[in-house]
Structures are given as C-alpha cells and as structure tokens.
C-alpha cells in the first residue's frame, strides 16, 4: 500500500563514521529501488539504485544492500560528512502495468551528522 | 544529468485564490510527470500523474476539480490549486524521468504553498 506520513525517525552519527540507514519496503513484486537525499526545503535528489536482480550495489561513498527474502533496503554512507545531514528516503517501483512508473516512498529517516 | 525546473519556489496568497505551479523537463522529454505533496518532517504523498495529451491520473482521496493538472506538452506539466484555502498550505513537489525502464525519477525543487 501506499506509505504513510510518520514523524521521521532520525539516526545521529559522529562525522567521520559510517552511517546505516534502513528501510522496509512493501511489495514484494517491485523490481527497482531508489535512495533519495533530502534537504530542508529542496526536492529529493537520486543518490544510487538497485535492480531487484541485485544484492549490492556501489556508488561514491554510498552501498546499497537489498535483501529481498525480508523486504529490506538498506543505505551505507561512508565517512559521513555534515554535508551528508539530510532526509534519506527509499522508494520502491513495481513491475510496470500500463504506462504508469510510479514510485513508493518509504517514511524517510533524517540523518544528523555531529562535527 | 536529467534536470527538473520548477517554478515558483514560493508562493504567499490569500485564501481563495487559485495558484498554478509549473514543471519543466529540461533536456528530456517526458510523457509522464508526478507531483506529489508533502508536509513537514512527512514522506513525499503521490497526488496525481500526469499524462501527455490526456487526462492526469489522480490517487485515490486527491480532488481532481481542486488539483487540475495540464500536461500539454512533453516538457511542461502545470498543476492549478483552485480556490486556495488554508489547509491547502503544503510543499508541492513535481518528479519526471524513468519512463525507459528502470531509471530513477528526477525532482524539482518544490514549491512551498501558504494561503493566508
């Protein structure tokens, strides 16, 4: 179903560590996953992806894990920088019916980063 | 990489006005848009889709006479808040891209929304 609007739960590292952040996901049918970051008063923007084909994916600084069995997503950030505080959402695609490729945003998780 | 405009940023009315919101593709042609809502410290709320040449799609719940959505040509898509009322106040955010397979959605900046 549809995500529900929840008070963002928030994850507080120390710059310089690695950050996880994670996320359920709800159809077990969809075959593409995105992570996206978020700052205050801006629209998302795409940081990486993952194929439902896929286990683990790299980016600059960034992994994405999924594990399907479980329905779980998961953001690694290394070295996390102040720059990287944001709203980090994940967003789910199903298999295309139609001509529709909406996307399913998860509840978001703001990541705040200590100097 | 893709870019999405939107236009304004901000916007202060007074109630019972109606405010139209634009959303450009810039170097991509789109056949489908998506605007979406979204209020503080919340996930992003899919209000509609919006479809080249016919008729926006609109979520379960979402008033299509209160949102009117235009997307008249493969760059522009408009959403129409009618009749502006306080509980209207919202950030209003338009996404495009990902048509070709599995390809991420590009954003624009959003719009925040205040009716007074």
């Known amino acids: 179903g549809e995500s529900v609007g929840l008070h963002l739960p928030t994850l507080s590292v120390q710059e310089g560590d690695n950050s996880i952040i994670n996320c359920a996901y709800s159809?077990?049918?969809?075959?593409?996953f995105i992570w996206y970051k978020q700052e205050s008063g801006k629209g998302p923007q795409f940081i990486i992806d993952?194929?439902?084909?896929?286990d683990k994916r790299q980016g600059q600084r960034v992994t994405v894990l999924l594990n399907k069995t479980v329905k779980h997503l998961s953001l690694q950030i290394a070295a996390t920088q102040p720059g990287d505080s944001a709203v980090y959402f994940c967003a789910e695609k199903g298999p295309r019916r139609g001509a529709t490729n909406k996307l399913i945003f998860g509840t978001g998780t703001l990541l705040a980063v200590q100097p | 990489g893709a870019v999405v405009s939107q236009h304004p940023s901000r916007v202060i009315c007074k109630s019972g006005t109606s405010v139209k919101i634009e959303c450009r593709s810039l170097d991509f042609q789109a056949t489908t848009m998506f605007w979406y809502r979204q209020f503080p410290k919340q996930s992003l709320m899919l209000m509609a889709t919006s479809n080249e040449g016919s008729k926006a799609t609109y979520e379960q719940g979402v008033e299509k006479d209160k949102f009117l959505i235009n997307h008249a040509s493969l760059t522009l898509s408009t959403l129409t808040v009618t009749s502006a009322h306080p509980e209207d106040s919202s950030f209003y955010i338009c996404?495009?891209?990902?048509?070709?397979?599995?390809?991420?959605?590009?954003f624009g900046d959003g719009t925040r929304l205040s009716i007074l």
């Open positions: 993952i194929r439902s084909n896929m």
């Open positions: 159809n077990s049918a969809s075959d593409y």
């Open positions: 996404s495009a891209g990902g048509e070709r397979g599995n390809q991420p959605q590009h």
